[in-house]
């Protein structure tokens, strides 16, 4: 499998793309060259017991039982000639909002949308056989986890000055523009999902084009102009401050600094009811020999040359958990992450 082909697979496999999936690969999909966006609609299912447009789908919370047989879904064509499956409320919504930016001169398409639970078991099956399972469990979204189950979340990509613009690496150059369409998903019904920062809390990177349809305009403002998660919301909570120290290093530079720090944020994601107050740099004196000996005892395959220590304080949750006794303050624990010359942090091991 080339590169292209397979950043196109990690993609339709709905890989945590360049933050918490662990491979910064960008989102690629087919060759891309037209530019016109003829969208042929056809309806396709039938049944109509309705579905809950306020349903949580997480890497904590499946998609709930039943969903694919209520499933009403529209299939399209893109400007890149894939075809993309989206609910119908959805893509009515989006439609609405696609016209509205128009008229401000942002023009925007659809990459992905629904992905059935088969499809993505498929790919898991796939990536297990040919790459092993642990790379598979780490890029692959697990089958029946992912908001792209339910035809409500939707991934979006750019058209600027008449040409696609869809892969994430090109995506994340237009701030602006994606602030132009941000500023128009609640009044469609939408709203941001993985905002920047809140890797701890919805287990994902920041992603701008990655949009979900709640069927509530009102909702949908009221989670916007509070500036938090849908996980926040529906935990009835303001999101919580975390302080972060992240600096005074004299070997890695903010920017490494902050790829690593959302590694950890993206595994404290799996956390179940814990809540992170501090995410702090450990110093320079933990890239030593000795730690670079610890990681490489995980992984002997692996040519680190860099190893980097993080610590968070947080809270665990009033009931407790399988890991951490209830209603705690845990200070000072601790996070180790090594990379290869060139290569991007890998997170070896956690604890206290
Ligand atoms: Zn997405």
Request: glycine fraction near 8%.
């Amino acid at each position: 499998m080339n590169k292209h082909t397979m950043a196109a697979a990690l993609l339709a496999a709905g890989l945590t793309l360049g933050a918490c999936g662990g491979a910064a690969q960008p989102a690629a999909t087919t060759q891309a060259t037209t530019a016109a966006a003829t969208q042929a609609a056809t309806a396709t299912a039938t049944q109509t017991q309705g579905i809950d447009y306020k349903a949580l789908v997480n890497k904590l919370n499946p998609l709930p039982e039943g969903w694919e047989d209520a499933l009403e879904t529209v299939k399209i064509k893109n400007s890149l000639g894939d075809d993309v499956e989206v609910e119908k409320k959805a893509y009515d919504a989006y439609l609405a909002l696609k016209a509205d930016l128009e008229k401000e001169g942002v023009h925007v398409d659809l990459d992905s949308a629904r992905r059935s639970v088969a499809e993505q078991q498929r790919i898991m099956d796939e990536f297990t056989e040919k790459y092993g399972a642990d790379y598979a469990k780490k890029t692959v979204a697990t089958p029946g986890y992912s908001e792209h189950h339910t035809g409500l979340a939707l991934d979006l990509y750019l058209n600027i000055d008449g040409k696609d613009v869809y892969l994430n690496e090109d995506m994340v150059q237009y701030p602006e523009v994606w602030a132009q369409i941000h500023a128009k998903l609640a009044e469609h019904g939408f709203i941001l999902r993985y905002l920047k920062g809140a890797e701890h809390i919805t287990g994902y990177g920041y992603e701008p084009w990655h949009i979900r349809y709640l069927d509530d305009v009102d909702l949908a403002k009221q989670i916007a102009e509070r500036g938090i998660t849908f996980e926040e919301y529906l935990a009835g909570k303001d999101a919580p401050t975390v302080s972060y120290n992240l600096e005074g290093s004299q070997i890695f530079s903010a920017a490494d600094l902050e790829e690593a720090a959302v590694q950890v944020k993206c595994q404290f994601a799996t956390f179940a009811g814990c809540e992170l107050h501090s995410l702090s740099f450990a110093g320079d004196a933990s890239n030593s020999p000795e730690n670079l000996a610890k990681v490489k005892a995980h992984d002997s395959s692996k040519e680190y040359t860099q190893v980097i220590e993080l610590t968070t304080n947080f809270h665990t949750p009033a009931q407790g958990s399988d890991a951490f006794e209830a209603d705690k303050e845990i200070e000072g624990y601790q996070w180790w992450l090594a990379r290869e010359d060139g290569k991007g942090w890998q997170l070896i091991t956690w604890g206290n």
